[in-house]
């Protein structure tokens, strides 16, 4: 199946400080990208979805100054989280869908711990 | 609302089945999905239907959807320990394409 990587897997940073996440579809091209969030032992929570080529779609409840997308090319994405606090800390994860594959199926990447002291 | 309900919790001995249900709300689903997460990784598809079907069979897994019920299982036969994971399901809307909705994952612990 298609593979969707994610860099770096765990980082831990100084609280002010921004971290920037990518997010890569490796053998296939994701015109889409989704951005989830996981907190200890509770569901994902989509964040944001991803264009390429245009501005991300931020869910309700989730700020998009904060949490900054940018959809560079057809096969990466990135998400910085900016002045990053303890309470970002969190996993976030990514996916893209390929649809010339299985129903609307979406390939997760194996996700980033990101920790703010 | 969109919503999706499961247990949180099942523990099962090895060599038993598992059943891992699930409740939504949304009447316009187009998919169903239940995906396994191992711990600290991502998620990995282990099965899908579409809603117009009622089951689907996949080696040791065997999804029923109730439609009139909004009730999705999913069932591992002969369950191992390599099945210990969460379990969570999923499902996409008409029209909003390719965004899931997670339920909050079933905790699976399989015990010999």
């Known amino acids: 199946g298609a593979v969707v990587s994610q860099h770096p897997s765990r980082v831990i940073c100084k609280s002010g400080t921004s971290v920037k996440i990518e997010c890569r579809s490796l053998?296939?091209?994701?015109?889409?990208m989704f951005w989830y969030r996981q907190f200890p032992k509770q569901s994902l929570m989509l964040m944001a979805t991803s264009n390429e080529g245009s501005k991300a779609t931020y869910e309700q409840g989730v700020e998009k100054d904060k949490f900054l997308i940018n959809h560079a090319s057809l096969t990466l994405s990135t998400l910085t989280v900016t002045s990053a606090h303890p309470e970002d800390s969190s996993f976030y994860i990514c996916?893209?869908?390929?649809?010339?594959?299985?129903?609307?199926?979406?390939?997760f990447g194996p996700g980033t711990r990101l920790t703010v002291l | 609302g969109e919503d999706v309900e499961q247990s949180l919790f099942l523990s099962v001995r090895e060599g038993d089945s598992s059943v891992i249900n699930c409740t939504y709300t949304?009447?316009?689903?187009?998919?169903l999905y239940w995906y396994k997460q191992e711990p600290g990784a991502g998620l990995q598809l282990l099965t899908y239907i579409f809603s117009n079907m009622d089951m689907k069979q996949d080696q040791r897994l065997t999804v029923l959807l109730n439609k009139k019920d909004k009730h999705l299982s999913l069932r591992i036969a002969d369950t191992q320990t390599g099945d210990s994971a969460i379990y969570f399901c999923a499902e996409t809307l008409s029209g909003g394409y390719n965004k899931l909705i997670f339920g909050a994952g079933t905790r699976l612990a399989v015990h010999p």
């Open positions: 996916s893209a869908p390929q649809t010339s594959g299985r129903a609307n199926e979406q390939f």
């Open positions: 949304d009447s316009s689903s187009t998919y």
């Open positions: 053998d296939f091209q994701a015109t889409t």
